[in-house]
């Protein structure tokens, strides 16, 4: 399972640096091709679309037609996309492409491919589950910020040296990393498939309530976090302090690398204290923290604040998905990491179109409702699921529980 999780762990690391370098330049690139700002926002909403739909593809499907086969396809499916994305203007071609769901509008995909490496790395011993992803978050926020960063070099370069690629061409990262992706798939053992025998039944079967409840709370946190996106904060800082896009890049670069020491902290503060407890008491102080940078002075103030909360903020990512994964039957994992995931891209639209409403109203609203809203999160996961023992060993109080679901 070892080299299992190594080789999960480096296409999530190739994934997340090619979607932070073109989440960078797609927009750039359609815009000097020509298309107007209505059909940008059709292929990001096209993006989105196909996340969702195609988690919920992996969430019926996943664990019936095998992991390592879906998983396959859908990197496949990355190489075709990128291929239409770098060769291609037709704006038709572009939203089928994006329809596949396979591409990303942030550096950190959530979407089905992610999905699917969450019910895998699931299988990897209860003991070792938490660092496990940890590690996995922590190779997605440090590539993701290397690409978004790598994505500014050509432009600079093309100044000095004017034979450097255009920005399309510059797009035909993604079918690379898709084939790489995909050529590392192959290798992948039959462990990371959920076991097979005449008494598993794939689907979420009587966990569906908890996992459902699990979901509507994560649909709770992630339209908090859409009144506080990163496009938006930017927005927020330069109007409130007068910002530069430069400095912004900056600070949002040292946010990526402080969610990755967030990551690998979470490991080690999860088998310490457990998986729900980590969630809750390192996400109440960054919510304190994101309400309190809306009465923040100065930026000089501010931005400190927003690095302290990046850190903390990330820490409930890895424990999250590893709670998730303990509390179901090993056959019940994609169909849980998809469930889960997938409440995400119903209600993350609403976020920002909220935040701006409540922008109106006072200009840092949007921070102190996304506060408030995050806090309830927290106290009712805590209160919902404090009872609930995760699997922590080997015939644990969670295998247990799995086994009173056949």
Not at 236 to 252: K, P
């Amino acid at each position: 399972m070892l080299s299992d999780v190594r080789r999960i762990a480096a296409i999530q690391g190739i994934r997340a640096f090619a979607y932070g370098f073109t989440a960078v330049l797609l927009g750039v690139v359609l815009a000097r091709e020509g298309f107007s700002a209505a059909q940008v926002g059709e292929v990001f909403a096209a993006m989105l679309a196909g996340m969702g739909l195609m988690t919920l593809v992996v969430a019926v499907t996943g664990d019936r037609l095998g992991r390592r086969r879906v998983y396959l396809a859908l990197l496949v499916g990355l190489l075709v996309a990128g291929v239409v994305f770098a060769l291609t203007t037709s704006h038709l071609l572009l939203i089928l492409a994006a329809l596949t769901g396979t591409l990303s509008t942030d550096a950190n995909e959530s979407g089905p491919i992610s999905s699917l490496e969450q019910a895998m790395l699931g299988q990897a011993p209860a003991r070792e589950r938490t660092r496990v992803f940890s590690r996995y978050n922590a190779v997605a926020f440090l590539f993701g910020s290397l690409g978004a960063l790598a994505a500014g070099g050509p432009a600079l370069l093309r100044h000095l040296i004017p034979a450097v690629p255009a920005n399309r061409s510059l797009l035909l990262v993604l079918p690379v990393a898709g084939l790489v992706c995909a050529l590392l798939a192959l290798r992948l053992g039959p462990g990371v498939d959920a076991p097979k025998s005449p008494e598993t039944r794939p689907g979420l079967g009587t966990a569906r309530p908890r996992i459902l409840g699990l979901a509507f709370l994560f649909g709770v946190d992630s339209l908090a976090s859409g009144f506080v996106v990163q496009a938006f904060l930017v927005y927020w800082f330069s109007r409130r302090f007068g910002a530069s896009t430069e400095v912004m890049g900056l600070v949002f670069f040292s946010t990526g690398v402080l969610q990755a020491a967030s990551s690998v902290a979470s490991g080690w503060l999860s088998v310490r204290i457990g998986m729900l407890p980590t969630m809750v008491f390192s996400h109440l102080p960054a919510n304190l923290l994101l309400a309190a940078i809306a009465l923040a002075p100065t930026l000089t103030v501010a931005v400190p604040m927003l690095l302290v909360r990046s850190f903390l903020s990330s820490m409930d990512v890895p424990a999250r998905q590893a709670f998730t994964a303990s509390i179901v039957r090993p056959e019940q994992r994609a169909s849980a990491a998809a469930t889960t995931n997938v409440t995400r891209y119903f209600v993350k639209p609403l976020g920002p179109l909220i935040g701006g409403a409540l922008m109106q109203v006072a200009f840092g609203a949007p921070l102190v409702a996304a506060a408030a809203l995050k806090i309830a999160y927290d106290l009712a996961l805590f209160t919902a699921f404090r009872n609930l023992e995760p699997e922590r060993e080997a015939g644990g109080p969670a295998q247990a529980a799995a086994r009173s679901d056949s």
